[in-house]
């Protein structure tokens, strides 16, 4: 599967962005996904992931309430909504795919097969 992440950009501390990532391919509705994020000059860390039917979530904690993953199978999409946006949410934004479909594993982006290009968000104090 391929994956094309977009919607990034420019925010104020405080505002909202939507991400967006489509995937090509008939089996999207079999993989797990997730998103990452890294800053340069650090890891890449896991953000959010949604099992393969959108009924399970996981969050990093430290955008847990302010942050929402959903997908869309008819659109071949997952969605990261980002609202209380913060300064050090400022990074590249990766969109994964794995083919561990739910479960704990989905935490770990050694588990992911597929990676989108990243998209930049930056958030402004």
């Known amino acids: 599967v391929q994956l094309q992440a977009s919607g990034g950009g420019l925010a104020q501390a405080g505002g909202y962005l939507r991400l967006s990532c489509v995937a090509s391919?008939?089996?999207?509705?079999?993989?797990?996904m997730g998103w990452f994020r890294q800053v340069p000059g650090q890891e890449r860390e896991f953000v959010a992931a949604?099992?393969?039917?959108?009924?399970?979530?996981l969050y990093a904690d430290s955008v847990k309430g302010r942050f929402t993953i959903s997908r869309d199978n008819a659109k071949n999409t997952v969605y990261l909504q980002m609202n209380s946006l913060k300064p050090e949410d400022t990074a590249v934004y990766y969109c994964?795919?794995?083919?561990?479909?739910?479960?704990?594993?989905?935490?770990?982006?050694?588990?992911?097969?597929?990676w989108g290009q990243g998209t930049l968000v930056t958030v402004s104090s």
């Open positions: 949604i099992n393969w039917s959108g009924t399970s979530t």
């Open positions: 994964a795919a794995s083919k561990i479909y739910s479960g704990n594993y989905l935490l770990h982006r050694v588990n992911y097969e597929n």
């Open positions: 391919g008939r089996t999207f509705s079999s993989y797990g």
